[in-house]
């Protein structure tokens, strides 16, 4: 029962969601031309058909999972994917990026179901620990080979393959996520002792000098920071010594700053943020996106513009790195928070199956998969409002971005498999129909006890 309430709850949700992201499509119509959108309905039938396959495979290939976790990511993606909509009409671009969003969209769902198919146990991945830390790592690497490798807004983080490019960190981070959790599952006692020796802080000194190759030759602080938190939160959950978090935030620490004295890159980003109460010393130049972003946000005030009655394609490449800014112009304070609601409640979604589950590798996996959701989101989030210094990385299910919403819903899925397995092995799954039938043919007669 607990199961089947979980997918109802799910498919209430995700039938809402579906409502929302129609709406938002309609109201940013109306706000540009007045009338409603001629493609409301088949729009809305498309919307409901990829949500629905979604839930009815998780409802079969998954059916204790998470109740919250699909239907938060599918709102987060609807909303993002109706931004990118407007953005396209205003640029006056019929061939602009939200058809390429849809696709991507169907693929990422697409994606979503056969990791569910694939990963039948997320424990059994811990045996291939080693192999996903080689994939990880060549993922990683990959940029920096010649041919391949491209460097877009100064960072080295894409690659070419004829007509297609995307960003192989984003499925690299993913793949180190489970071998990190397999190999401290394998080595936490040791690693939790009091006296600490040079083996022991080998796998950090090694972390710390993947992240330093991905900062210094990819110039991709935001990936380089994202991918040593993961590791550095993980060592912390598995041996439960907070002295790993200090010594970690340290070793980045270090490795930022000399990044910061060896690249001009990193110096004009930095002098773009500080001091960051102000608005950047180049308004024009380098500063200019920053510039763009902070007066979007404040013309958007508290309530919002209205969607479609704002101005965000001011901002260049809004679609990717400032959708934030977008949203905070025509949606307001309220739309932003309503956002950084949305990914708490998804965070919370991910802690909470860690915390559900009794395996030990399904316990780390699933902390470092809403790790490198949650911090992902505040990098690029707290880099649009000038918190911190502006990195690549883009907002998960909200930003345009092929690489990112392929690899966020298999980590969504990956989620969603731990989930379920909790809830096996705690029981709350109905017994399939043809065991209960065997278990009732071969119980004895009460007419036959004495």
Do not use: C
Not at 24 to 31: D, F, P, Q
Not at 44 to 68: C, E
């Amino acid at each position: 029962m607990i199961a089947l309430a979980r997918r109802r709850t799910e498919l209430g949700l995700i039938l809402l969601g579906a409502l929302v992201t129609a709406g938002a499509y309609a109201l940013a119509a109306l706000g540009r031309t007045a009338t409603l959108p001629a493609d409301i309905g088949p729009f809305l039938v498309m919307v409901l058909a990829l949500l629905v396959t979604a839930h009815l495979a998780t409802r079969r290939f998954a059916p204790g999972a998470d109740g919250l976790l699909l239907p938060l990511a599918a709102l987060l993606n609807g909303i993002g994917y109706v931004f990118i909509a407007r953005l396209d009409e205003a640029k006056a671009d019929p061939s602009g990026l939200a058809g390429l969003q849809s696709v991507w969209t169907a693929l990422g769902v697409g994606a979503y179901i056969v990791t569910l198919l694939v990963v039948r146990r997320a424990r059994d991945l811990a045996r291939l620990r080693y192999s996903f830390l080689l994939l990880g790592v060549a993922l990683l690497l990959l940029p920096l080979v010649p041919v391949v490798g491209q460097t877009v807004n100064g960072a080295r983080i894409w690659v070419a393959l004829g007509p297609v490019g995307f960003q192989p960190g984003e499925f690299g981070k993913i793949a180190l996520a489970v071998f990190f959790a397999g190999y401290l599952v394998e080595n936490r006692e040791a690693l939790g002792l009091r006296a600490l020796d040079l083996r022991e802080l080998a796998p950090v000194l090694v972390a710390w000098g993947i992240s330093l190759v991905v900062m210094f030759f990819e110039r991709d602080l935001g990936s380089s920071l994202l991918f040593f938190a993961l590791f550095v939160v993980l060592l912390w959950v598995a041996t439960g010594r907070a002295l790993y978090l200090g010594l970690g935030g340290a070793l980045f620490a270090g490795g930022a700053f000399l990044a910061y004295r060896v690249f001009n890159h990193v110096q004009e980003r930095v002098a773009t943020w500080y001091p960051f109460w102000e608005l950047p010393p180049d308004p024009t130049g380098d500063g200019f996106q920053i510039t763009q972003s902070w007066f979007a946000m404040a013309w958007g005030g508290i309530g919002g513009t209205g969607l479609g009655l704002g101005n965000p394609q001011r901002i260049p490449v809004v679609e990717t790195d400032f959708i934030f800014a977008a949203i905070g112009e025509e949606l307001g304070l309220f739309g932003t928070t309503a956002i950084i609601v949305g990914f708490l409640l998804l965070a919370s979604s991910g802690l909470r199956v860690a915390a559900r589950t009794e395996d030990p590798f399904d316990k780390l996996l699933a902390t470092g998969l809403t790790t490198l959701l949650a911090i992902q989101a505040f990098i690029i989030m707290a880099g649009v409002t000038k918190l911190l210094p502006l990195t690549g990385v883009t907002l998960p299910f909200v930003s345009y971005g092929g690489s990112s919403l392929l690899g966020n819903y298999v980590l969504l899925a990956l989620l969603v498999r731990i989930s379920d397995d909790a809830a096996r092995r705690r029981g709350e799954l109905p017994e399939p129909r043809a065991r209960r039938w065997r278990r009732s043919a071969t119980a004895p007669d009460p007419a036959d006890a004495p």
